[in-house]
């Protein structure tokens, strides 16, 4: 059973992760509408695997005997004048969201709840690989900068850019 502190810290998380899949999906369309076919198909996917995040915290609020809230969300604001000012916004995001899940690790550890730590240890990996993905993404639209060139290459890199840095072309 959760404690009524984690509950509400759980459902907090679960509009963390909410907020992530529609920061993901307002990029995804941008870079449809831009005609960046590679970078879009990316992001569609991020979008569904973010909404994944969100469903499981849900249903493991539920199983524990909690009650999970899906609440109203914030529409995403992004600043789209640079990939490379978009691309930081997306990796600082997850910095964000990596300290909400370490802050979530650290009430299961004080309130003694040893099943939702160890739930919590799937979603610490997992900020582990989006944090690198993010970063390696950065890395390479600041090397690009304005290059039309690059950022032709760097849509079609993105195309076979599935998760976490599997099959990047470095
Ligand atoms: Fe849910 O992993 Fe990113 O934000």
């Known amino acids: 059973m959760l404690s009524d502190k ?61 009650s999970a809230v899906v609440s109203a969300l914030e529409e995403p604001r992004l600043d789209y004048t640079s990939f490379s000012t978009l691309f930081r916004q997306l990796y600082e995001h997850e910095v964000k969201v990596s300290a909400s899940i370490n802050n979530l690790v650290d009430i299961a550890l004080t309130e003694k709840d040893y099943a939702t730590h160890n739930f919590l240890q799937w979603y610490v990996s997992e900020q582990i690989e989006e944090e690198a993905q993010a970063k390696v993404i950065l890395d390479k639209i600041d090397l690009i900068g304005d290059s039309k060139g690059g950022l032709y290459m760097f849509d079609n890199d993105m195309k076979s850019f599935t998760s976490a840095g599997h099959n990047i072309v470095q």
């Open 6 to 66: 984690m509950a509400a810290a759980l459902n907090e998380q679960i509009k963390i992760e909410a907020e992530s899949s529609q920061i993901y999906l307002a990029m995804a369309s941008w870079a449809e509408v831009k005609g960046f076919e590679g970078i879009s198909t990316f992001m569609f996917k991020q979008s569904d695997e973010e909404r994944m995040h969100m469903l499981k915290l849900l249903k493991y609020v539920n199983q524990r005997g909690g």
